[in-house]
């Protein structure tokens, strides 16, 4: 048995009930293989079960009062996984459906995603079982408060940098940013996604989105192909997919559909960008409001359609960018693509495709991009805005965009060079899995046991 599949053996025997931590864990490891084979120093030093052990885990209550008077009781968690190349990094999840083993699948991949971004910061992730869904703004407060209240003896500008992620965006950040202050009465850049009147970076909010469509511009740019003219499904309706769909017209291609956990949005004419702002960064509402406000979109609810939120990927487009959440793309959702001409994937959100998913698409041979390539723009803009933090200064757009488009094609390349160096030219989910995992190993080598 490989060295690789005796790790994962023993995973799945230690950690059955988080299904999603062992799904990412057997998507990297099986691709690591050949990088354990051509160095057997990561086999000595035991370092796949080192790196798939978080550093540590921090688990806590997070008591708040709602507006009825009544106290509430959430989970909060903080998987601090790995510091080898850097502080810990990494985003906070706000949703019902958080939980340890989903967040150490996050933060599993965080560390190879920071790894590539070929900046200094290790992976972590964190978050909490709240929903914000229909909380007034000043529970989303209380609620902030309650959980950086546990959370800010464990962070810290050069110690561990979180930032926004599902259910957390801008609001949430400010409010987190203005616990830890009143907690601690340091102004300092412990968290990313700030606001810019406090440190926040020009280019953060549009960062995941639009790293994702430069990636896929590099991917294209390589076979002599490009977006221009391109039909493009994009999955979700947030911070990642809202700004996906701005770079894809920027990028001459047209954005067909957007949906949220509540329904599909088709327009045939494309999506406004505008618009989908408007609902779902002012007004926090349902895309059935979209719906309302443009005339040609087709809107179709979950429940009109047998496998709900797989309804976006059933339409004919050339490129389709899963932006929502992880397991949105299954092995049939693949099929339907395929068969329907799509020749481009490229990951916004973590795990989308499940590895059925991804298995079709490596087998077609389309251009693929998994997400801890194609979304590592967020990351990459959080670590530019803690350099000028850091610095205390602030750059212009054009110049963190610049970094970021650069970024993007560099990590690109080194997935494509990497893919090659093992003889699977175009396989990026191989190509990014050793060219992260490598760095991080060699660094751990380097500092002992620890
Ligand atoms: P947002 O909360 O801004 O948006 C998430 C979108 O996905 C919403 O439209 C939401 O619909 C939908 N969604 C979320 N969970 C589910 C679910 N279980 N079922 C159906 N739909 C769902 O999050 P982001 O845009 O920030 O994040 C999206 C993805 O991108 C995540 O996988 C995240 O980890 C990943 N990512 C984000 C980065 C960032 O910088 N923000 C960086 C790198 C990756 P609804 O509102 O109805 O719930």
Known sequence: MSYSDNVLGALKARYSYQPEFLQAAEEILKTLQPALDKNPAYEKYHILERMTEPERTVSFRVEWVDDKGQIQVNHGYRVQFNSAIGPYKGGIRFHPTVNEGILKFLGLEQILKNSLTGTPIGGAKGGADFDPKGKSEIEVMRFC?????????????????????????????????????????????????????????????????????????????????????????????????????????????????????????????????????????????????YAELVSTAQYTPVEKYPSGLHQVWTYKVDAAFPCATQNELNEEDAKTLLANGCNTVAEGANMPSTLGAINQFLKAGINYGPAKAANAGGVATSQLEMEQNAGMTSWTFETVDGKLHDIMTNLYNNAAATAREFGVAGNLVLGANIAGFRKVADAMIAQGVI
Do not use: H, W
Request: net charge positive.
């Open 145 to 289: 408060q309650a959980f950086m209240t546990q959370l800010y003896r464990y962070i810290g500008a050069t110690v561990d940098v979180p930032a926004g992620d599902i259910g957390v965006g801008g609001r949430e950040i400010g409010f987190m940013y203005g616990a830890y202050k009143r907690l601690t009465t340091k102004y300092e850049g412990i968290l990313t996604g700030k606001g810019l009147t406090f440190g926040g970076s020009l280019a953060r909010t549009e960062a995941t989105g639009y790293g994702v469509v430069y990636f896929t511009d590099a991917m294209l740019k390589e076979k002599g192909d490009s977006l221009k003219g391109k039909k493009c499904a994009v999955s979700g309706a947030g911070n990642v997919a809202i700004y996906c769909c701005e770079k894809l017209y920027q990028m001459g291609a047209t954005p067909v559909t957007v949906s949220d956990s509540r329904g599909t949005i088709y327009d045939p004419n494309g999506i406004k960008v505008d618009v989908l702002k408007q609902v779902k960064e002012v007004e926090r509402a349902s895309l059935t409001r």
